[in-house]
Nanobody, 123 residues
Framework: QVQLVESGGGLMQAGGSLRLSCAAA????????MGWFRQAPGKEREFVAA????????YYADSVKGRFFISRDNAKNTVWLQMNNLKPEDTADYYC????????????????WGQGTQVTVSS
């Protein structure tokens, strides 16, 4: 079991930056691929970024590539999402997820989910 708690969301103007954090409770954090997903009002949840358990590979949605960066510290049981050059279309609830070791972009490969943190980007 892994419990996930996101923080760091808020209101930001376009062009600004936010850093989301996801703190995990549980002894198996380092065995999971960690991912970030988002869901905008009226839209389906979509993949944002993922990082493998030993930080050797990262994956990004095309819409955020070059602006968002995912990182993790297994000693601190924490994963972060640095979001730069924010755009109004980044407005969404952002969710942290812990997945199987083979998890990448598919939400079905993630076993545990946080409650989400809201990000609003104004133009």
């Amino acid at each position: 079991q892994v419990q996930l708690v996101e923080s760091g969301g808020g209101l930001m103007q376009a062009g600004g930056s936010l850093r989301l954090s996801c703190a995990a409770a549980g002894r198996t954090f380092s065995t999971h691929t960690m991912g970030w997903f988002r869901q905008a009002p009226g839209k389906e949840r979509e993949f944002v970024a993922a990082i493998t358990r030993s930080r050797d590979n990262t994956y990004y949605a095309d819409s955020v590539k070059g602006r968002f960066f995912i990182s993790r510290d297994n000693a601190k049981n924490t994963v972060w999402l640095q979001m730069n050059n924010l755009k109004p279309e980044d407005t969404a609830d952002y969710y942290c997820a812990a997945g199987f070791s083979y998890a990448r972009v598919s939400s079905g490969d993630y076993q545990y989910w946080g409650q989400g943190t809201q990000v609003t980007v104004s133009s």
